[in-house]
């Protein structure tokens, strides 16, 4: 089997990795940017095009290339299901729902409605073609509202609106951010109540072609900024607080997926107020970024489901088969400056190191000499940490922040190790606001924390070194597996 992967960075090179454990050719793609990123090396065969985004460029290379398997990744097409169409008509397998599938749970308007078909709870919502239509939902529904893109994500194309004249002028801007993101050009959007200070968790889902229809539990990712996922970990400490509450999500997820015969993976996300209370409010229809910790808690490999469905292979394993084991927690590493607004860092890596150790999994794609530019997403990479419960698992992520040295460019891993410590994370009492309400305490320090460490090194007169036992990474991707080989 030939798998083509139409993604870059750190996904490309971990699918990559499951394709060969499958024992496939992996086939990875990349641009004149990326001639000598590492995900490049990662693929048996690997193909130039001119973009990443151009469905039709993408199909004829993994034609070309003779792919049997198209695998989208996350981010650029991944929740396109024109693209989907597109490597369907040309007879490569895709490695991710079906077309219809992704109609109706990627866009938010038909979510929604076949949430409601299925009885599981929404938030009170409308939709709006004019800013005037936007203005009436709010009236009619109470403030503060969000305004939703049909297939908004990632924070991009949603707006908080807190009374109508807010919504009317937040509409327009809206409208544009999914033009312009995400090549959607929508006159209808959805505005939806919007809970302040929720949790947010999501359930992971896998199904194959038979019709078997199966949940991998949930992850918890409240702590964001700007509603962009910081920390994530399996499972959900709210839902192992809240009685009754992780049945309801497991339940109400199940049901989504059933109704549209999902196969392959996806995710069914919900905010949940502080009663306890569930609300369904999307779906996404491809790999999440933060998969790795639902993977270590159950030792399920994703992305080698996603494969084998994909084959036409039904999935080696039911849902009596899947138990929790452990906890997992995941920092995600930007390159962004924390003390610049966030925004986005560029330049040369000089010096990259991560810890190794067994109850570690680091998903990257970074090294010494890489290019980090404008160009892309500016994740880095992903910090996971595995324990027996979560103050192991804590406790572990912490240390491994403390070991890793991204040398070069500006990233928030100063923010991390501060975070992580904080009694309120520590407790697990924290909401979606929770980071944005501490960020300036934080940042200050963090700010601290790092002029103190410059004037140790600056008087002894050493610059951080690495630890004699630890080298710099050789290669792109570092897994730690923290499960034994039977579990996989």
């Known amino acids: 089997m030939r798998v083509f992967i139409a993604a870059r960075g750190e996904v490309a090179i971990r699918v990559a990795k499951a394709v060969r454990e499958l024992g496939w050719l992996p086939i990875t793609v990349y641009t004149d940017e990326d001639r000598v990123s590492p995900h490049v090396s990662a693929g048996w065969l690997a193909v130039k095009v001119d973009s990443y985004t151009d469905p039709d460029e993408l199909v004829e290379a993994a034609i070309s290339a003779e792919a049997d398997i198209v695998h989208p990744g996350y981010g650029f097409l991944s929740e396109k299901p024109e693209f989907a169409e597109k490597v369907l008509d040309a007879g490569i397998a895709w490695a991710g729902p079906s077309p219809k599938a992704m109609r109706l749970l990627g866009d938010k308007l038909e979510a929604k409605r076949l949430a409601e078909k299925v009885g599981v709870p929404t938030l009170q919502w409308c939709t709006a073609n004019n800013p005037s239509q936007a203005a009436r ?7 503060p509202v969000v305004l939703k893109a049909p297939r908004a994500g990632g924070g991009r194309g949603l707006r908080i609106a807190y009374n109508p004249w807010e919504a009317a002028k937040l509409y327009r801007i809206v409208v544009r951010e999914a033009s312009n993101g995400f090549g959607d050009s929508v006159s209808s959007i959805v ?26 539990y949930e992850r918890e990712c409240s702590i964001q900024r700007r509603r962009q996922k910081i920390i994530e970990e399996a499972p959900s400490p709210f839902a192992e607080r809240v009685r009754g509450l992780r ?9 989504l997926a059933e109704e549209v015969e999902y196969s392959s993976a996806g995710t069914v996300e919900f905010i949940v107020d502080a009663s306890g209370n569930p609300f ?3 779906a996404n229809t491809r790999l999440q970024v933060e998969h790795g910790v639902t993977e270590l808690v ?3 490999d994703i992305v080698k489901s996603q494969l084998i469905v994909a084959a036409g292979r039904k999935l080696a394993y039911r849902q009596e088969d899947v138990k929790i084991r452990g906890w997992a927690i995941e920092a995600r590493i930007y390159a962004e400056d924390p003390w610049r607004g966030f925004a986005i860092s560029t330049g040369t890596i000089e010096a990259v190191r991560f810890p190794q150790n067994p109850w570690l999994r680091i998903d990257h794609s970074i ?4 290019r980090v530019s404008a160009s892309f997403d500016t994740l880095l990479a992903k910090i996971i940490a595995y324990g027996w419960d979560r103050g192991e698992a804590l406790e572990r992520l912490s240390t491994a922040l403390m070991d890793t040295v991204i040398a070069g460019i500006e990233t928030n891993i100063d923010l991390l190790r ?10 697990a009492n924290f909401t979606t606001q929770t980071l944005e309400q ?11 924390r790092r002029m103190l460490v410059s004037q140790i090194a600056e008087r002894i007169g050493l610059l951080p070194q690495p630890h004699p036992r630890q080298h710099l990474l050789e290669a792109p991707l570092s897994h730690g597996w923290p499960w034994p080989p039977t579990w996989q």
């Open 418 to 427: 501060v975070l992580v410590r904080k009694d309120w994370f520590i407790n």
């Open 191 to 216: 505005v939806e109540r919007f809970i302040e200070s929720p949790r947010h968790i999501e359930v992971q889902v896998v199904g194959d072609a038979d019709g078997h229809v199966i949940h991998l």
């Open 367 to 370: 090294v010494e000499g890489l």
């Open 298 to 300: 159950t030792g399920v």
């Open 438 to 448: 501490n960020l300036a305490k934080l940042l200050e320090e963090a700010k601290q």
């Open 247 to 255: 049945e309801q999500l497991l339940d109400y997820a199940l049901r």
């Open 280 to 282: 369904f409010i999307e």
């Open 137 to 143: 939902c709010v009236e009619k529904i109470g403030s």
